[in-house]
């Protein structure tokens, strides 16, 4: 039987009526004659996100709560989370699960979520992940993915000319850790080529260096990558948050005296706590002056490329090897988008590939040179691109250096706010913050005008957990808090503006008043502070 036969007997299978019992006896059937109407799942989803509530982008919107919380013993009697092997669910039972889902989590495009480095998602760049996931497909090829590997493509030349990296690289990865780990791989690959047949043994001990500031997934990839987590050192700072040059110096001549190999520098473009962005200028003459491979993560900070008042923070990149950016955290791309530049061309692929001729084929009928899944450590590899350049087409990069300017700016006027309001309980953490990060302690009535002793300070750190506590079970506003041992400082408030939602000096207003409120409101409770 050739295909044509195929063909038409499949289609006169389809109006073949089956009985209810052969269907219940073949659930292959049952499924194939179902499919049609089970996509019709997807016309109801948006209506139950919007019915649900769960965007909240409206100011007029924002007394709507962010969360309805529930302990996960609790949760788990609301919603059946069990699995069976043959129970199926009708189409409204389904529904009715997704509008459970929807309800009971965490509206993270609420105006008033600011618990993590992200906040409110732009429209646009969910409709590229909406578009994306449709599509389904890899970008490990452009066979299977042609527009998106072109999409990536420009996308990496565009962030390239503003990195300063003149024959540069890059490629979308699945995380900001995962893009540290590809520039120490890098680092590591360019000093040592045989270390990808050869492994690491008969060489000396390798060690990173990164600031005591600077985020944890350095030390995992000391510890993924082999190098052990007692070759990555870390570099004290300054008052704001920045890695001392001096002790960086300092720590690679004594790493030299052990025998050990100085390899790589991490530098800091916003740091998760503070927002410090360290002095790149200064970095780089050390790391030229001892060989070292420069990396810039600029996961939370990297969004300044775009910036027109603050791209200074920036200043020196071009003179570093590699850097990491997450547009889902400041811009507002959906979760997740990251990137890795390089400015060493070629070097992803030598250091990456593998001749794996079932996938990529040299003698194909196009350009292999568009088959981007030699650069990546992955095989199978999300279309992360599209939303961002769709984001980018359609308000040009511009308008999100102006609304990271804005954001920027409208964090200084909470810092203003935050003095004016001293005497009401309000300090912050360091006198001055770099980048969104604005971190502060809200010290209660009760503990005003006291002799501040260890113990003191430790019903003040016990407030932001509290506050934040009753924040979630009233659903009316969400701050992260974060305490800074490396310094023995306790817990104390972080707010991070982004570019989304677009904050006014009204809305300033309110979180500080929440917070008096919700603070005092505890200290009125015999469960609140002691």
Known sequence: MNANEICKQNNENEHIQYSPAVLAANSVDSIRFNLTNDWNILSSIYDLLVDEKAFCVASQE??????????????????????????????????????????????????????????????????????????????YTYEVAPIFSLIETEIIKRICELCGYVNG?????????????????????????????????????????????????????????GFGMDNCVEVTTNERGQM?????????????????????????????????????????????????????????????????????????LHRSNSFSWNPHKSMGAPLQCSLFITRELELLPKCNSLAVDYLFQQDKFYDVSYDTGNKSVQCGRKVDAFKLWLMLKARGYGSYGRLLDHALDISKVFVDKLRQRESRGFRLVIDEFQYTNICFWYIPEH??????????????????????????REGTLMLGYCPLQYRNIGNFFRMVFTCFPVITDSELDFILNEIERLAEQLHKDINGFV
């Open 447 to 472: 503990l005003r005008n006291l002799e501040e002793t260890e113990e003191w300070k430790q019903k003040l750190y016990e407030v932001a957990p509290k506050v934040k506590e009753l924040m979630i």
């Open 169 to 225: 690289d890059g490629i979308f990865s699945p995380g900001g850790s995962i893009s540290n780990m590809y520039g120490l791989a890098l680092a590591r690959y360019k000093r040592f080529p045989n270390i990808k047949t050869a492994g690491m043994f008969g060489l000396p001990p390798l060690v990173l260096f990164t600031s005591e500031e600077s985020h944890y997934s350095l030390k995992k990839a000391a510890h993924w990558l």
């Open 62 to 139: 924002w007394s709507e709560k962010i969360v309805l919380f529930e302990q996960p013993k609790e949760l788990e009697k609301i919603i059946d989370l069990t699995i069976d092997e043959n129970k199926s669910l009708t189409m409204p039972e389904i529904e009715k699960i997704c509008r459970q889902v929807i309800k009971y989590s965490v509206k993270t495009s609420h105006g008033r979520f600011h618990n993590q480095l992200f906040g409110q998602m732009d429209p646009y760049g969910l409709a590229g992940t909406w578009i994306s996931e449709a599509l389904n497909t890899s970008a």
């Open 244 to 316: 001392s040059v001096e002790d960086l110096e300092d720590k690679i001549l004594q790493v030299k005296a052990d025998g050990r190999v100085p390899l790589f520098v991490n530098a800091t473009a916003g740091t998760t706590v503070l927002g410090a962005f360290d002095d790149f200028e200064k970095v780089a003459d050390i790391c030229e002056k001892y060989d070292l491979w420069l990396h810039v993560d600029g996961c939370l900070g990297g969004s300044a490329l775009f910036c027109y008042k603050y791209r200074q923070l920036l200043k020196g």
